[in-house]
């Protein structure tokens, strides 16, 4: 049996970082990477044989857990007619037909294979619908790694962003806009002084890139009712909030209708899927119909759609999202009490299948707050329970996520684990 040490040597030997995304590094919380053989609902096991609870869910995708039988065998369908086409099926209208009608803010969609492109497409979109060039965004949202968007926030206040990558040109990043999540007075004065140029307000209605922070109605509900009066796009990315808060997004919830959305993770159920999708006489300017140039070799491929359909299928069954916002509500509760039993500083929020654990006393409501976790304290959680086999993100600044293949053993296990986890904190907290 090979180490997860011996592959991770030999992955940084070839893989800048050994992983092939950042956060798959462990950079974070230290330590090793673990490399994965397989999974099965809640679980994944390591080259070493040691099974997880995983509550990573492949970042999102993984609503039903891991290998779930209707999707494997939809796939295997697909794939035994070939792999690509680059033709169009008839599949790919059906996937489409069901998204729209399951979020009925797109009237029409495009197909693209990662979140990154879709919204990368979306502000294209935006900017040659409007004829204007300014984006808005908020610190701690992600929208995938386009140069436009890899932006923080600058000096001073409504100031255009600066690169937070190097090798973004200033000037890609010149009509960003950084502003701070859930401040709608901002947004106002962002408006009133910029308004007439700006094309796109981009957002995370349910922010789960900086842990978990829901956006504040009042602070979504300024920005619809601003970019109406202004003539800007609103762009809700519900990459990972889509199918995943409930089965109309953080928009159903709200009850608040985006000019444009972006989608991805869940709807491919783990392949290669992702999607932009809104208001007719704005998508009708992505090419081919209109002049915003948009394409991909591989988008609405046959085999990752067919995933798609068959997670959608399995989701839209009555009381699918009622199921699992108790699992991860009864999941996060039960971890609120474990660690205030324990007297740790951790507590933990949920919103449908997503939750945030935070290392401070309160949810965070900003990005400021999300920043003021205890992270060393959160890295030796992290340790406690993967030592456990209960697999975490390895960042103090990620959300988790509960699927439907999350049983009580599951949950029970991994109480079991926080509590001794809890109580180990308690009692190096009282050494020092
Ligand atoms: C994951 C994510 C993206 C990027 O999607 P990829 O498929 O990783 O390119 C964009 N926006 C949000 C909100 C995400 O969570």
């Not at 950042?22 to 950079?27: K, L, S």
């Not at 992600?142 to 890899?150: C, I, K, M, T």
């Not at 159903?252 to 000019?259: A, F, K, N, R, V």
């Not at 205030?340 to 945030?356: H, I, Q």
Request: charged share 15%.
């Amino acid at each position: 049996m090979v180490s997860n040490d011996t592959l991770f040597t030999r992955a940084q030997s070839i893989i800048p970082g050994g992983v092939n995304s950042p956060v798959r590094a462990f950079r974070s919380v230290g330590g090793t990477p673990r490399f994965i053989v397989r999974g099965a609902g809640p679980y994944v096991w390591d080259a070493e044989g040691r099974r997880y609870v995983d509550y990573i869910g492949s970042w999102g995708p993984l609503i039903l857990g891991h290998a779930h039988p209707a999707v494997v065998r939809a796939v295997q369908d697909a794939a035994a007619r070939g792999l690509s086409y680059g033709m169009p099926t008839e599949a790919e209208i059906e996937i489409a037909e069901r998204v729209c009608a399951l979020v009925p803010s797109m009237e029409r969609v495009r197909f693209t294979s990662s979140g990154t492109e879709a919204a990368m497409t979306a502000i294209r979109l935006a900017r040659g619908f409007t004829g204007r060039d300014i984006i808005i965004k908020f610190e701690g949202c992600y929208h995938g790694h386009a140069d436009a968007l890899l932006v923080k926030a600058g000096s001073g206040l409504l100031t255009h962003g600066q690169p937070s990558s190097s090798g973004v040109p200033k000037e890609t990043t010149q009509h960003t806009m950084v502003l701070d999540y859930n401040d709608a007075q901002q947004l106002e004065d962002a408006f009133r002084e910029h308004g007439k140029r700006i094309a796109a307000v981009m957002v995370e209605p349910v922010a789960g890139n900086m842990n978990l922070v829901p956006g504040a109605p009042e602070f979504l509900r300024t920005m619809r009712e601003l970019c109406t009066r202004h003539g800007s796009t609103l762009v809700f990315d519900e990459v990972m909030s889509g199918f995943r808060v409930a089965l109309g997004g953080a928009q159903s919830l709200y009850g608040i209708t985006p000019d444009v959305t972006v989608l991805g993770k869940v709807i491919g159920g783990g392949m290669p899927v992702a999607a932009l999708g809104g208001r007719r006489d704005i998508m009708e300017h992505l090419s081919p119909l209109g002049g915003v140039y948009q394409a991909g070799t591989l988008s609405g491929n046959p085999v990752s759609v067919a995933a798609g359909l068959a997670t959608l299928s399995e989701i839209a069954k009555p009381g699918f999202y009622e199921a699992l916002a108790a699992i991860t509500g009864d999941f996060t509760a039960r971890m609120n009490a474990a660690a205030s039993a324990a007297g740790v500083p951790f507590c933990a929020a949920s919103v449908g299948g997503m939750f945030g654990i935070f290392a401070r006393a309160t949810p965070p409501a900003s990005y400021a707050e999300v920043m003021q976790s205890d992270k060393p304290l959160f890295n030796r959680f992290f340790h406690l329970m993967l030592d456990a086999g209960v697999h975490f993100a390895p960042s103090a600044y990620e959300a988790g996520f509960v699927s439907s293949a999350h049983d009580a053993a599951a949950i029970d296990f991994t109480l079991a684990a926080a509590t001794q986890a809890f109580g180990q904190l308690t009692l190096q907290a009282g050494e020092k």
